[in-house]
C-alpha cells in the first residue's frame, strides 16, 4: 500500500483558532485581563453568570470598536462607555473588562462567560455587492463576518456580507433610533422567516429578511412592522455560513424522550444555540 498523504494544516485554521470560550471571575477593577483564548477576539459577547439576570448579555465587536455595546436580551439602542468601563480591549490572547457601567461584564466576585469570535483584527473593507454599500470584515475560513451598514428606508435593499459562500444565519441589530429589535435569520425557517430574541415563537412575514441570502448578499424585507431598514440608521449585522468540522446550522425534531433525538453535525460542538420553534419558550444556550 503507498503511504497516505497527510495534509499540513496552518495552525490559524484549527477551530479552535477562530472560536473560543472563556469563564472568568470579575473584580470590579479597571483593568481585568481575561487571558488563554489563544487569539485576539472580534466579537465578544459576555454574560454574567450568577447575578440573578441584573444584567443583559453585551456584544462588543471591534468594527464598532471597545466602547460600544449592545444587547441581545432587549432593544435598547448601542451604549458607549469609557476607556476603563466595560471591555477596555480586545487583546492578542484574549480581552480586558474594567469597571462596569453600562453592561454586567465584571462584577466583583461573580462568575461569567465569554463567547468569542476571530475575524479580521477589525480591519474593515467597503462592499458595494448590494444596493446598500456595507462595511465589512470577513473571516471566510471560519465562515463569519461583521457588516456595518445604514438603512436608507427603502423595500428589498440587499447588503453585501463578504463570506463568499452562503450565511445559514444572520442576527442584526439597529444601533440607534429609539429601540428596534433584534431579527434572526435561520436557513431552515423559509424565505420570510423571523425571530426577535424572545420566547415568542417563529414568524413569517416581509416586515423580516425579504428572501433567502446568496453568497454575496442578504435582503432585508418590507419597510414597517420594527423592521430594520424602516429608518435612516446605522446598523450591525453578525453572519455566519457552514464550515466542516468547525459549525453548522440546521433542525432537528424532539421525541420527548430520555434518549432524545441525535443531531449529526461532524464535530464535537463547543457551544450549542437552539430555539423551540413551535412554542413560545425560550432561546437556549
Given at each position: 500500500m503507498p503511504k497516505p498523504t497527510i495534509e499540513k494544516r496552518c495552525v490559524q485554521d484549527i477551530p479552535q483558532k477562530q472560536f473560543g470560550i472563556a469563564l472568568?471571575?470579575?473584580?470590579?477593577?479597571?483593568?481585568?485581563?481575561?487571558?488563554?483564548?489563544?487569539?485576539q477576539p472580534d466579537l465578544v459577547w459576555i454574560k454574567a453568570r450568577d447575578d440573578n439576570n441584573a444584567y443583559s448579555n453585551a456584544l462588543f465587536d471591534t468594527s464598532r470598536g471597545r466602547a460600544k455595546s449592545i444587547f441581545s436580551d432587549n432593544s435598547r439602542d448601542e451604549d458607549s462607555s469609557s476607556s476603563t468601563q466595560d471591555l477596555?480591549?480586545?487583546?492578542?490572547?484574549?480581552?480586558?473588562?474594567?469597571?462596569?457601567?453600562?453592561?454586567?461584564?465584571?462584577?466583583s466576585g461573580k462568575t461569567h462567560v465569554a463567547w468569542c469570535w476571530k475575524v479580521n483584527g477589525g480591519t474593515t473593507a467597503s462592499n458595494g455587492s448590494g444596493s446598500i454599500t456595507s462595511t465589512v470584515q470577513a473571516n471566510t475560513k471560519a465562515g463569519f463576518s461583521i457588516v456595518?451598514?445604514?438603512?436608507?428606508?427603502q423595500a428589498n435593499q440587499t447588503v453585501g456580507h463578504g463570506l463568499g459562500a452562503v450565511p445559514k444565519f444572520i442576527l442584526t441589530k439597529p444601533l440607534t433610533g429609539g429601540g428596534w429589535s433584534w431579527w434572526i435569520y435561520h436557513i431552515t425557517e423559509g424565505t420570510l422567516g423571523y425571530y426577535k430574541f424572545t420566547s415568542t415563537k417563529f414568524t413569517a412575514?416581509?416586515?423580516?429578511?425579504?428572501?433567502?441570502?446568496?453568497?454575496?448578499?442578504?435582503?432585508?424585507?418590507?419597510?414597517?412592522?420594527?423592521?430594520?431598514?424602516?429608518?435612516?440608521?446605522?446598523?450591525?449585522?453578525?453572519?455566519?455560513?457552514?464550515?466542516?468540522?468547525l459549525q453548522k446550522f440546521g433542525t432537528?425534531?424532539?421525541?420527548?424522550?430520555?434518549?432524545?433525538?441525535?443531531?449529526?453535525?461532524?464535530?464535537?460542538?463547543?457551544?450549542i444555540f437552539i430555539k423551540e420553534t413551535d412554542n413560545n419558550d425560550d432561546w437556549v444556550l
Open positions: 472568568y471571575t470579575g473584580d470590579n477593577s479597571t483593568s481585568n485581563a481575561i487571558t488563554g483564548l489563544g487569539f477596555v480591549s480586545f487583546d492578542s490572547d484574549g480581552f480586558t473588562v474594567g469597571t462596569s457601567y453600562n453592561t454586567g461584564s465584571n462584577l456595518s451598514w445604514t438603512s436608507n428606508n412575514g416581509t416586515a423580516g429578511y425579504g428572501a433567502h441570502p446568496d453568497s454575496s448578499v442578504f435582503t432585508m424585507g418590507s419597510v414597517g412592522n420594527s423592521m430594520p431598514n424602516d429608518t435612516s440608521t446605522p446598523v450591525i449585522s453578525y453572519c455566519w455560513a457552514d464550515i466542516e468540522g432537528y425534531e424532539g421525541n420527548g424522550n430520555d434518549d432524545g433525538t441525535f443531531v449529526y453535525t461532524g464535530f464535537r460542538p463547543r457551544m
